[in-house]
């Protein structure tokens, strides 16, 4: 199984990035999906998630902000950040939404103010 992050970048404040993430070796219409990112100094932590039936869960730090997708024919799933802030600068991960397969080098988002 491979999980390949893109589209990570530097974005300001009030802006947009819209991050990829694309699997292959994976059941993907089998699985939950979800997005993770890590702070340098922070542990890991949960962004949002997306289920086979499109239901999805979004941290209350990102509410309202972020939104989750998923592509069943391109096998990819999605994260839209909108109005990103300074806080939201890190590497975001995608993996299972039970993290049990092996991560991917993630995706460098840096949010100037």
């Known amino acids: 199984v491979q999980l390949q992050a893109s589209g990570g970048g530097l974005v300001q404040t009030g802006g947009s990035l819209r991050l990829s993430c694309h699997t292959s070796?994976?059941?993907?219409?089998?699985?939950?999906m979800a997005w993770f990112r890590q702070a340098p100094g922070q542990q890991r932590e949960f962004v949002a998630s997306?289920?086979?039936?499109?239901?999805?869960r979004i941290a209350d730090s990102v509410k309202g902000r972020f939104s989750i997708s998923r592509d069943g024919n391109a096998n990819t799933i999605y994260l839209q950040m909108n109005n990103p802030k300074p806080e939201d600068t890190a590497v975001y991960y995608c993996?299972?939404?039970?993290?049990?397969?092996?991560w991917g080098q993630g995706t460098l988002v840096t949010v100037s103010s």
């Open positions: 993996n299972g939404a039970k993290q049990t397969l092996s």
């Open positions: 070796g994976l059941a993907f219409s089998l699985h939950s």
């Open positions: 997306i289920r086979k039936g499109d239901d999805t």
